[in-house]
């Protein structure tokens, strides 16, 4: 697996997390730690948000 899927792997995974403490407790784990919609917190968003779309790559490369 070449680097850049292990990362946007792992920040897909972060994302679920995340998602899933929203979902489940109403807390947002990224912008607790970063805040409310700060640059840092729309950046993070932004990094899982094209993790994502990378990742639909990784359906079709199975060799």
């Known amino acids: ?5 292990t990362i946007a ?9 995340n998602w899933g403490l929203i979902g489940l407790f109403k807390f947002n ?4 730690i970063f805040g409310t919609m700060s640059a840092l917190s ?8 094209i993790s ?7 359906i079709f490369d199975r060799k």
């Open 9 to 17: 792997l792992i920040l897909v995974i972060i994302g679920a997390i």
């Open 29 to 32: 784990l990224v912008d607790t």
């Open 1 to 5: 697996m070449k680097a850049i899927d």
């Open 52 to 58: 994502g779309l990378w990742s639909i790559k990784l």
């Open 42 to 49: 729309r950046i993070i968003y932004t990094l899982v948000g």
